[in-house]
């Protein structure tokens, strides 16, 4: 069934439409082209730096801080090379990388990351659902670093479960507890993510927001801060507190050939934010949360800092459970722009959506470009593309920030169940999303074709949803 809910055009005019698909691919072509040259992996000197030398050991006991630190320190003292964890199991707090340094993860390895949150201590400049503060330090840690990589077969565990970080999220929309205790204290108590969202909403400056220890705001797991030329690439994570690799006003980066499995509360696998030129490829996300969550700010404070995610490209990539495939917001108060996900494959049963755009009129933005090809989508639960200008989580998100999403193309798409729609598009009366484009997409099954409301200029080409080829007129 054929569901047209509030629609302003669909675009019938065949020659227009061809045109149109044909320009739009020569440019994304181009644009993905010089993303691609732009981008190239850091490079080390081949000297060796072990942790074993420097008093680590190899129990899982052991707390190795200090002795990780030490060879991290040695190594870019000397102008830089490789920092080896070998076979074993090393528990640690938190590292912090230096401009030039590889910590390469030997296969067998596994880094063991303490539950403890006083061994996160210093408190550090991060930043936690798209607002800066002094928080915990992420797991693996580096700010303001240039040529920086994270490398190897081992294992990086954060450990987190049941029993530690997860209760921190308290209870949640969708019926897990991750461990929460009604009664017990969490991020969603006065104090703590409301207090830090009040701070961002009005430009509190940074060294008035210190959180850390009784404000139950989980640390996230990889965080390169203002980094340039950053590597992450074979290692396997799991078990992360937080947010799992999140490059936050970054350029260049790569993240190739990684495994996350960690079902936690906002347990997404990579998080952009205000970043630029960033590759992710060859990657497996079995997530709690958003697979890949492209982000660029919250509200207020997103639009302070007014840096776009751009340039975001996802290739060969896998994903399994999660809330979406590659999703963009809700975060995104600073835009983003020229989003590439290229030959992926996405399906589970727990994975709700494939493609994600979140927004409401409290964090605005506008986003730009988002071109998706040869994806191949066993199933997902609730639709193939979906868009919502008013999306909310929290207490009142309405404000006088109009977001605005257009061109969004798909070509190339195969879907065996695509759950309860192709497509989910839900604009606003004073913005309406623009130019939604499908050519050679095909839908086995699904129950409704559609749902849009205050959508314009949706084309469609050789497009097959329940083996019925679709036409621009669809009354």
């Known amino acids: 069934m054929l569901v047209i809910l509030v629609i302003t055009s669909i675009d019938s005019c065949k020659h227009k439409k061809e045109n149109t698909a044909v320009q739009n691919e020569k440019t994304a072509t181009k644009i993905l082209n010089e993303i691609i040259a732009s981008v190239k992996e850091p490079q080390f000197k081949n000297e060796v730096f072990n942790i074993l030398d420097y008093g680590a050991i190899a129990d899982g006991k052991t707390l190795n801080t200090k002795a990780i630190e030490n060879a991290i320190q040695k190594c870019a003292k000397n102008g830089g090379g490789v920092v080896v964890i070998p076979n074993g199991k090393f528990l640690t707090g938190p590292i912090h990388l230096e401009s030039n340094v590889n910590l390469h993860l030997e296969e067998g390895a596994e880094v063991l990351f303490s539950t403890n949150p006083n061994d996160y201590y210093p408190l550090v400049h991060t930043s936690f659902e798209g607002i800066e503060l002094l928080n915990y330090s992420p797991l693996i840690y580096a700010y303001q670093k240039n040529n920086i990589a994270i490398t190897g077969k081992g294992i990086l565990n ?22 929460y205790i009604e009664g017990k204290p969490s991020q969603k108590d006065s104090l703590n993510l409301p207090t830090l969202m009040h701070m961002g909403q009005n430009e509190i400056p940074l060294e008035q927001r210190t959180f850390g220890k009784g404000h139950y705001l989980r640390p996230n797991f990889i965080e390169p801060f203002e980094c340039t030329n950053v590597l992450i690439k074979d290692v396997t994570i799991i078990n992360a507190p937080f947010w799992i690799i999140h490059p936050i006003k970054c350029n260049s980066v790569i993240v190739d050939n990684v495994s996350i499995t960690s079902h936690g509360p906002n347990n997404d696998g990579c998080d952009p934010e205000y970043s630029k030129n960033v590759i992710i490829k060859n990657c497996t996300f079995n997530t709690g949360d958003d697979c890949i969550a492209i982000k660029a700010g919250r509200d207020a404070e997103g639009r302070k800092v007014g840096i776009k995610s751009e340039n975001i490209v996802v290739q060969n990539c896998k994903m399994i459970d999660g809330h979406g ?39 605005g933005g506008t986003v730009d470009g988002v071109y998706v090809k040869n994806l191949k989508v066993g199933e997902v639960k609730e639709a193939l593309l979906k868009i919502n200008l008013k999306y909310s989580i929290y207490d009142n998100q309405e404000g006088d920030f109009i977001p605005k999403v257009k061109n969004i193309f798909l070509e190339d798409v195969t879907v065996k169940n695509s759950g309860k729609y192709v497509i989910l598009a839900d604009g606003l009366e004073n913005s309406i999303i623009e130019n939604i484009e499908f050519k050679n997409v095909s839908v086995d099954t699904v129950q409704n074709d559609f749902s849009l409301k205050h959508v314009s200029k949706v084309l469609f080409i050789d497009t097959y949803i329940n083996k019925r080829k679709l036409t621009n007129n669809p009354n």
């Open 325 to 363: 495939g590659v999703v963009i917001g809700s975060e995104m108060s600073a835009g983003v722009q020229n989003v590439f996900v290229e030959n992926c494959i996405m399906d589970s049963p727990n994975l709700e959506r494939a493609i994600r755009i979140k927004t409401n009129t409290r964090r």
């Open 158 to 179: 954060g450990q987190a479960n049941e029993t530690n970080w997860w209760p921190w999220k308290g209870s949640t929309s969708e019926g897990h507890s991750y461990g």
